[in-house]
């Protein structure tokens, strides 16, 4: 039983590593979810704080997932519309698959931008401030990757090299 437990673990933390790519996907918390169950269910287990930290972190990546796509449209010259856009464009750029959570912020900034345009003498141009967006995404995504590979390596730490 426990080496179905520590298969399935490896499965989720797999998972959780292509769904830091895969905007459909909740990566880091798919990836936690690996550890808890090798932890809690197998002879293999983090300790306390281990388990805290990294589900702190967990929490805080996947909000701030969607906070950087804000900052970024902010940061480059967005004002309130292109903002909307962005969050718009994710909503329904859900419908369509993960090119669509990619492109939909960007297109929703981009359109945001070319609303607030004609309102404001001093703004961005749209294109910079879609790009703001694409580049809060991926800046998100490294956030995502990183802690997703770092649970990778507590699996293979606790189960090989420990």
Known sequence: MEIAIIVLS??????????????????????????????????YTFTNAELVVVGILTGLVTVLDYVIQIYGVKKYGGGKMAINGT???????????????????FLGAYGGALIEKGKTENQSPPIKIA????????????????????????????????
């Open 87 to 105: 969050v718009v464009g994710f909503i329904v750029g859900l419908l369509f698959g993960p090119l669509g959570m990619i492109l939909g912020p």
């Open 131 to 162: 790009l703001g967006a694409f580049l809060g995404f991926l800046g998100g995504t490294v956030l995502k990757m990183a802690l997703s590979f770092y649970m990778a390596y507590m699996y293979v730490d606790i189960l090989f090299l420990n």
């Open 10 to 43: 490896a499965l989720l933390i797999i998972v959780g590593i292509i769904g830091s790519l895969v905007p459909v996907l909740p990566g880091p918390p798919i990836g936690f979810s690996g550890l808890l169950i090798l932890s809690l269910l197998t002879s």
